[in-house]
Nanobody
Framework: VQLQASGGGLVQAGGSLRVSCAAS????????MGWFRQAPGKEREFVAA????????YYADSVKGRFTISRDNAKNTVYLQMNSLKPEDTAVYYC?????????????????????????????WGQGTLVTVSS
């Protein structure tokens, strides 16, 4: 699986930005996707995740109500719409694919916030896209 993130940039506080992640190499509609971010000097942290169908989503408390994760399985793309951005949202944003959690796997039946938020659940990662929010 190859993941290509794009859409990052510079935005003022209170503004909006949408980042995208295009996937290739496997049946996109059969696996879960996640977004993580890493700010300078900090550890990578979970942002949001979405199930294979898009029917279930999870968010970190820090972005809940401001960010929306979605996917278009026909375009093999997952999106992260970011609204009301804050300077503390500044980070490199990474998309990741969890190929273990599928509609027909035991792991898929156990997919939960705890699993979705853990980086080790994801086998493939994109290269990251930088989002900078100015105050």
């Amino acid at each position: 699986v190859q993941l290509q993130a794009s859409g990052g940039g510079l935005v003022q506080a209170g503004g909006s930005l949408r980042v995208s992640c295009a996937a290739s190499g496997r049946t996109f509609s059969r696996y879960c996707m996640g977004w993580f971010r890493q700010a300078p000097g900090k550890e990578r942290e979970f942002v949001a995740a979405i199930s294979w169908s898009g029917g279930t989503t999870y968010y970190a408390d820090s972005v809940k109500g401001r960010f929306t994760i979605s996917r278009d399985n026909a375009k093999n793309t997952v999106y992260l719409q970011m609204n009301s951005l804050k300077p503390e949202d500044t980070a490199v944003y990474y998309c990741a694919a969890d190929l273990t959690s599928t509609p027909s796997s035991p792991a898929g039946g156990r997919w939960s916030f705890v699993r979705a938020a853990h980086p080790l659940e994801y086998e493939y990662w994109g290269q990251g896209t930088l989002v900078t929010v100015s105050s």
